[in-house]
């Protein structure tokens, strides 16, 4: 083998191992139908899963967006990567779409830097 094609297996290994240290999944724990609530708020969860081992924990932040609007959602007790939170939804709407972000920082050389994850899209709709 020449000294090119080992170095192309090299890389390849590198980053084969590099992307299964850094796997993250956002699995989204909301029910897609739920029953119409007369308050008009509606749980949301999801769990943030990763391998990041430069992950910085503690800066950890999660929100539902929907539409144009953010909302901060919470760790839950004793579960450090399951989120959730309450979302005010009308009462005229039957369908809710809407995704997760989470913004975190993580080590870094020389400093710490900013990321975030977005999930994709999800619905939810509201039975009467």
């Given at each position: 083998?020449?000294?090119?094609?080992?170095?192309?297996?090299?890389?390849?290994?590198?980053?084969?191992?590099?992307?299964?240290?850094?796997?993250?999944?956002?699995?989204?724990?909301?029910?897609?139908?739920?029953?119409?609530?007369?308050?008009?708020?509606?749980?949301?969860?999801?769990?943030?899963?990763?391998?990041?081992?430069?992950?910085i924990?503690?800066?950890?932040?999660?929100?539902?967006?929907?539409?144009?609007?953010?909302?901060?959602?919470?760790?839950?007790?004793?579960?450090t990567?399951?989120?959730?939170?309450?979302?005010?939804?009308?009462?005229?709407?039957?369908?809710?779409?809407?995704?997760?972000?989470?913004?975190?920082?993580?080590?870094s050389?020389?400093?710490?830097?900013?990321?975030?994850?977005?999930?994709?899209?999800?619905?939810?709709?509201?039975?009467?």
């Open positions: 083998m020449t000294n090119q094609r080992l170095g192309l297996i090299a890389l390849c290994l590198m980053v084969v191992c590099g992307a299964g240290c850094s796997t993250t999944a956002i699995t989204n724990l909301t029910p897609s139908r739920l029953p119409r609530k007369e308050n008009g708020q509606y749980q949301f969860a999801a769990e943030y899963s990763t391998r990041q081992q430069s992950l924990k503690e800066s950890m932040e999660a929100f539902v967006i929907v539409g144009n609007e953010q909302y901060p959602m919470q760790r839950t007790p004793m579960l990567n399951r989120w959730e939170t309450l979302v005010p939804i009308a009462p005229e709407q039957d369908v809710v779409t809407y995704r997760f972000r989470f913004n975190y920082e993580y080590l050389i020389p400093e710490r830097r900013s990321n975030s994850r977005e999930s994709k899209y999800y619905q939810l709709f509201l039975l009467e």
